[in-house]
């Protein structure tokens, strides 16, 4: 008796090609608005449809109760999607996003350091990109999961 695999056939067949990790650190610093790229986002690894960032939580992301704000995950979720979507195409294509749902499960420590932001491309459409992102705080508990939608133009 075989075990079902938990990898959608179509990440098997994408992870033999390398992702261009200088495509993606290229993007971080030109394809997002100025106000993105001072998040200060670190692409920790990649593989085609999977991208790991750092999230450094900086006091200035930080709101009143002494946590990271929603807004900051939310950018974050954000850019880690379109990376993951750059990672299956291999190069930027001018997107929209057209959904974002974030469920915001547990907070992460404004004295905590960084955040993981993991992005993966569910499905990967000829017009529309459909993907999960799980935010994770410092100890690896989950922080934060959004579903997202994308329009490729």
Not at 10 to 35: E, I, K, Y
Request: net charge neutral; hydrophobic share 50%; aromatic share 4%.
């Amino acid at each position: 008796m075989t075990t079902p695999s938990t990898v959608p056939p179509t990440a098997t067949a994408q992870s033999a090609a390398p992702v261009d990790r200088q495509l993606l650190d290229d993007a971080l610093n030109s394809v997002f608005a100025a106000w993105v790229r001072q998040l200060n986002l670190r692409v920790l690894s990649a593989e085609p449809g999977v991208v790991t960032l750092e999230l450094p939580v900086a006091a200035h992301h930080v709101h009143g109760g002494g946590v990271l704000c929603g807004q900051t995950m939310m950018a974050a979720c954000d850019t880690a999607m379109v990376l993951a979507i750059m990672s299956r195409l291999g190069s930027f294509r001018p997107m929209t996003t057209v959904q974002l749902q974030t469920s915001f499960l547990r907070p992460v420590a404004g004295d905590s350091g960084s955040a993981r932001v993991v992005a993966r491309v569910l499905r990967l459409g000829k017009s529309l990109v459909f993907g999960e992102v799980e935010v994770l705080n410092a100890q690896g508990d989950l922080a934060a999961h959004a579903t997202t939608t994308y329009a490729l133009l």
